[in-house]
């Protein structure tokens, strides 16, 4: 049972990853963008892919929280309350960001839409650093269970936090510019999709150099992890990560826009289950999962209730991306503008 | 890894950090239960609108629909994130109560969540797809955002409703070994808030609306389209009203019989005793209310149908456990008084609807429902504090003091001070852009509004 919670979690993680994370990535690039003239194509394409989806993409890291203080409460206890720093600065960029967006699409004067864009597109580059700060942290197992029991700055400003913040901001630029690519290509705008394709292939190398980095930076500072990653159970999945990157690359290359999302997503599932499958089975140092589960009944209940919630979600999601990945009506006007 | 370090770390709370802690849940969850109040009421009013429109082909109405539906857009949007910040807030303040008691309540959370994610998904359809669907389709595409927002504020006030009367399960040394997630999440205390809360959700997005559309008809904009912009969200909370003061009186007789302090602070009751008057106004002093206006055995009647009854005062408990009076007691009055205001206004509404068929002429009738938004919100308000400010120093009623579930970690403070700062920005913002959206011009905003374009407005 603990163990079927933490993998619903891990699935939520994943699922926040590649869509709310590239939304992050779409800020990312708007942020630079360049001037208002130059930059406005690029910019209408990012509010135009992600208008309509982000406040569900953004309900998967609720998802995350929500479950994990039920599934695992004293870990949960243990990680707030020792990264309440980082954690409220991610609450506050996202803040700023999901405002900020909505408030720049209504807005019509230069100086708002310049504002309110700055705000969106520089938290959209904060945010994921310091989640994967966070991520960093428990990774290098700085998190000792007990509430606020770790040191509340070096828990979180280490190297392995800091390779970790720099590796979520370039994942999430890389899927970004990713699935831009597609969009626009799928938008007709061949320029736009040659600007990303460009963007993509930069930050997809960026990112796996980060990538190797980080495993350096993992063999002196959380050997274990680094062991079990390059040697132990979850190297098949580093391996389809690294292999995965690889052909995103050789695919971008070759202007293969639709088949790049999935390597591409193949490639962050890779890290992301690598580090889940490499951790297992311990959560905090000392605790494993069994340890620090919720009692049966509520993991049961809970599970139940999910799969209850799934048999609405998803056919309600497959709606949401299918009406809004449909090619626009033959009449050429734009309809998914706002209304 | 429950309670062991739990009482050491408790010695180590500053006051000060505590004190911002509880500053920073009231300011975030006052700031948020406005936007989630709008995000509950505006879908079905909006739906209303829209389905008017479809039936009887007049414009005015889908212009109108068209209009709340772009400001949901961001009210949406702000809401989403301003309840993110309060599920981060649960563990990087409450890290005691989470790491406890997260289990206990997670199953109303865990079903919250999947309520937003329809709301999130049928938002977007509903908002973007207004002209990739036929009519029908897209009024139906809204109906789960209503039925989302009532099961999302139903969720997340059985929490609420559990720290009020917490049931479902057993503690042995300090940690919690068998739970009921069923019998937590249908405690005592949820019939009566998850119905005056929601009912409230309404209230407050209807009278908000009727507000905006008072002040233009004050401001000499009486034609067709804003009168109605103003009655349909108007009749929505003005026939709501009476019902919720019923249910409100429901709820003074739940905490009358499940937690008697409270009601002692809701009404000043410093002395147990039979034939208890009621208290209007006036100020605790000393253990002592001053000043107050009395209405003899008002309180024992109204709390128990019995002129007679006994209530208990203050003083069974020690001073230590007693909520703050003076804000309990102001906020009870407060919330009584918008909510009768409210009721004079829809009543005078009603009655000149009965004899001539249309709304109040007087001026006088306009400048009040202006304003009663605002009352409405001050109600719901006022309702919080007293529901949570008379709670203390409890955190989940008689199992865990607030202080014991406060992060132990020092310079909340710091954080207190940044998340009111983004507020104050946030409040700004969002007001600025509400007004811009409402001052607009109301004629169709874009080429794709085919349905209302050509609908002239004043
Ligand atoms: C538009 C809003 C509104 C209006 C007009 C009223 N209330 Fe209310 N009240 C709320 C909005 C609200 C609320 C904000 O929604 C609360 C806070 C917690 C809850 O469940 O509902 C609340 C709580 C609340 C409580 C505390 C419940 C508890 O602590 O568990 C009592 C006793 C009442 N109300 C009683 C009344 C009475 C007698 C009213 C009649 C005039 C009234 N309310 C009007
Ligand atoms: C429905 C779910 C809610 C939950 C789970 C919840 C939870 C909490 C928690 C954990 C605290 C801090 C501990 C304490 O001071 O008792 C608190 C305090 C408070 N909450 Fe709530 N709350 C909810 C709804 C609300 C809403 C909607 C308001 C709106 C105004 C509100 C107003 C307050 C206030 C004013 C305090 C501070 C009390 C004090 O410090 O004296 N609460 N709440
Ligand atoms: C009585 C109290 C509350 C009510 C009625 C309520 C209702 C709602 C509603 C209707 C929404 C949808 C967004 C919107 O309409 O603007 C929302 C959003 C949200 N609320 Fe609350 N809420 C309450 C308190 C809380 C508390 C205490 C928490 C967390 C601890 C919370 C967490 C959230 C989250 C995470 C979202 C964002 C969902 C999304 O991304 O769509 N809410 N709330």
New interface residues.
Partial sequence: MAELMLAVIWLGLTAYVLFGGADFGAGVWDLIAGNEERGRAQRGLVEHSI???W??N??W???V???T???F??V???????L?IP??L???G??????????R???EELWQRRL?GATFAFSSLVTPFFLGTVAGALASGRVP?????GD?VTSWLNPTSLVAGALAVGVTAYLAAVYLTRDAQRGGETALAETFRGRALAAGAVTGVLSALGLVVLRADAPALFRELTSGRALPLVALSVVAGVVSLVLLWRRAYLAVRVTAALAVIGLLWGWGVGWYPWLLPG?SVR??A??P??LT??LW??A??AV??LP??W??YT??QRAH?ADG??????? | ??S???AA?ADAVREADLLAARMQMALSLGWHIILACLGVGMPAITLIAEWRGHVTGDPRYRLLA?RW??AM??L???G??????L??????LW??L???????I??P??????A???E??????Y??????LPPIPHLLAGV?IVLAGVASAFFVVTANAWMQQPTGFSVENGR???????AAMFNPATPPQTVHMILAAFMVAGFAMASVYAVAMLRGRRDRYHRTGFLLPFAVAAAITPVQIGVGDWAAHFVADNQPVKLAAMEGVFETGRGVPLHLGGIAVDGQLRWALEIPNGLSLLAHWDPDAEIVGLNETPPADRPPVNVVHWAFQIMVAMGLALLALAVWAAVSWWRHREMPRSAWFLRASALSGLAAVLALEAGWVVTEVGRQPWIVYGVLRTRDAV?????LVW?FV??SV?YVA?TV??VY?LR??ARGRPVP?????SDVTGYPVT
């Fill in positions: 208008g309509p989806v406040e569900a953004h309900v890291l609720i998802f929280i929500v479950l203080w039920t599934g409460p004293g949960f206890a243990a990680v707030a309350s020792t309440y954690l409220t991610v609450a506050l996202i803040i700023a960001r999901g405002a900020a967006f909505a408030f699409k209504v807005s309110f269970p007990g509430i606020a029991r509340l605790v340890d620090g919720a009692t009944a509520v209940v809970t209730a999910m209850g919630g609405l979600l309600s999601l709606w949401l009406t809004f009506p006007s734009d309809s998914s503008t706002p209304v | 890894m429950n062991g370090g739990l770390a068209r539906a772009r857009g961001v949406f949007a702000v989403a994130v301003s309840g993110t910040i599920s981060f807030e649960m563990g990087l890290p005691g989470m790491s406890t008691y997260g289990q206990v997670g199953l959370f865990a079903l919250e969540g999947v937003f994610f329809i999130a998904i049928f938002l977007g359809i908002l973007y797809a207004w002209d990739r789960p919690v070994v068998a739970v009921d997630p069923w992060n132990p970690a020092p310079g954080g940044l998340v983004i946030l913002a969002s852009v811009l959206l905003a874009a080429p794709q509004e």
